[in-house]
């Protein structure tokens, strides 16, 4: 075996001089280190002399392993998916004549080039995600326009990331790049890539980890690069082949404006149901109600302000609260409707990568063991030998006539004053009386009943008039109001009931 080796390894050696630098490679001694001539020797040249034949190299991919227990060696290797086979061979070569040369006796080590990275181990290195061991790269140049750079380039990685981890660009690859400008004369170019072999929530986790990790503020060009996934940023354009569409594209990652500031008063609950979300904003939701739970151990559907400030430099629209709001709503009533089309418990499928994605999230918020899962289900939980605890039917009657007072509340006893007076309207202020009637408001200032509707007579007809439609508008906004909180009342209440049957089987 080493005599057929010898002639292929002689073959990258010759190459030695003219190879070019990593931009970082690491040599892993904790791993341990290999004896001249032993067999884990033998399985490692084995391995690295067919790194790059055309049998074993496929779209850029090549993950081997040869011989048996502890000498056993793994390699993998990956080339962004724009570079030719030539040239993907090319690099692979030079990464392993120069790892080999810089880690002559390490079990494990790995190398980055900018085309192309090599990981060799005696450990299995198959279908698993590993952020360390981590390289870091940093520009000591900063963007000009700091706020506008930061908020793109945080929409920009985003953007990619989804792409990446639905294998945008095929299954074979969980690739993406694109390019953003924060100004007129500053564009970012960016890429992001995982191992084809990682399930689209690895690469999203893997991706997520290492977002973290980037620069707070304010790099022209960063990297962050680890056995499973990479991240990279620079003003110049390192990449070819790929088309910058989408969100991805100076002209979409700027946000449009949803409110227009001097029509936001009449047009607000109008505006509650335009179209304004992309596919982008809806997965950069759900990933934040993970992350902001995660981080702040709370549900952000019941801390608006804090999650609408948390989450609003990811999305691609400005929106205010109640437009976020509802969206976190019909997020989730379309999960509870996808969920329900699932057949004898299983979980739908989409033919949509979207599709999957919102629905692979969203479970991970409201479903059975979601984020946001309803806390009666924990606090009936059974002990461990499987038995109810102690008194849980009479905690459960307790809780019930409990949550029966909280989600349906016995309205006060009316007071003399309190009553609704509804005109008919034929009285040239009859609808105004009403409405002054209705809001007990101006009489908290101690402005009484007698005195107010007088005054409403003094009031010009063409005023009265727009003040009648603007009371309208408020009240329809109310009604608005009140029917999706009834609907948020119901679907809570229905969770807790089942919960509840559950828990009593």
Known sequence: MALYLLPSLLLL???????????SHLCL?????????STFKANLDHVLSSVTTNGKLENGFYRFSYGQNSDRANA????????KLDACQSCLNDSVRLL???????????????????????SSLSNQMHISPMFRTQSTKNATNTDQFIRNLRILLNSLKNKASLGDHGSLHKYAAGNMSSSELETTYALVQCLPDLTPQQCDDCLS???KKLPSCCSQSAGIFTPSCLVNYKPTRFFDSVTDDGPTTSSTVHKSR????????????????????????????LNGMIDYSAEKGSDPSLDMNAFHDFIKKSLHVDVTKAQLMDKIRRLKKKYRNNADRGKKGADPTFSKAHEQKGFELSKRIWGGEGILRTPAVEQLKPNANGTPKKNQRGNTSKALASLKADLLPSPDAPKEDDSMKVDDCEAPSGCMDGFVAFERSLGAVGLPESFLKPGLELIGQSKRTELEEEWKKLHLA??????KRTELIRDQTKLIL???????K
Request: net charge negative; glycine share 4%; with cysteine.
């Open 100 to 122: 080999t040369k810089r880690c002559p006796n390490q079990k494990e080590a790995i190398g980055w080039y900018e085309n192309c990275f090599l990981h060799y181990s005696s």
């Open 76 to 83: 993998v290797g990956l080339c962004r998916p724009e570079i």
């Open 209 to 211: 980890s290492i977002f």
């Open 498 to 504: 089942d919960a509840y049957k559950s828990s009593s």
């Open 29 to 37: 001694y904790k791993t341990g280190n290999f004896i001249p001539n």
């Open 478 to 483: 109310e009604l608005e109001l009140f029917l």
């Open 258 to 285: 949803a409110v227009d500031d001097s029509k936001k008063s009449v047009d607000e609950s109008k505006k509650l149901f335009q179209r304004l979300w992309s596919e982008d904003d809806e997965i950069a939701i």
């Open 13 to 23: 050696m010759t190459k030695a001089s003219a190879q070019p630098n990593f931009i």
